[in-house]
């Protein structure tokens, strides 16, 4: 039998709907919506330093900040959305986007809205104590200067508004309160290597903030 015609059963076999129907469902969502407030610290840290930095209190914090409000919409886990994923690791996986206005304060005051997708992973139950990660991506655009932020080496005064927005977060609930959660974040914004802006051009906070899930 020609390879590609075994390839091509295979996949009517995979994808037909007696095979589907015995696939687990995915979890249902308990909540779709999500408000949360958020205060970060500038730290004069790259990206990937930034999690050892965390974790050895060996912060180099600068007197900058910012205070942001989001809302973001789950729209469904992975499994929910994408048929193939059911069966999977990745079947319980949330995604969904945020929307975030931001106000800095300090070496830089301009404000700044980002909008990212994200997936966030199913929660670990630790006693009562409920932990999930999530990351996502997107853009973000800066209303005047942000001076904080690096410029490229060839011109650091240079600055851009536009640029990548992502964040890398822990969210911290109690079961019995499950609408109700404790965020810790890195929120990062960069040229993404070269693709938006120049190498080297962006900066990084560390965040924690409150969410309300309804």
Known sequence: MPRSLL????????????????RPEPAALRHEHEISLLGGQGVDL?????????????????????TALSYAHVRNTLGGSIRETRGTPLMNVQHGYEIMLLQHRGLQDNAELAATYF???????????RVNFAG?????????TPTYED???????RRY???????LEFEWSAAPWPELALVTRVQHRSGIYGLIAPRHVGSNFVAVGLRYKF
């Open 7 to 22: 390839l091509s059963l295979l996949a009517l076999v995979v994808t037909s709907p007696s095979m589907a129907s015995d």
């Open 46 to 66: 790259n990206l990937r330093q930034v999690p050892s930095a965390i974790f050895s209190g060996e912060w180099k914090r600068e007197p900058t900040r910012f």
């Open 119 to 129: 997936l966030r992973s199913p929660p670990l139950e630790l006693f009562a104590l």
């Open 136 to 144: 996502g991506g997107g853009l973000s655009h800066a209303f005047g």
């Open 151 to 157: 410029g490229p080496r060839d011109n650091p005064t």
């Open 161 to 167: 508004r536009t640029q990548f927005s992502g964040f």
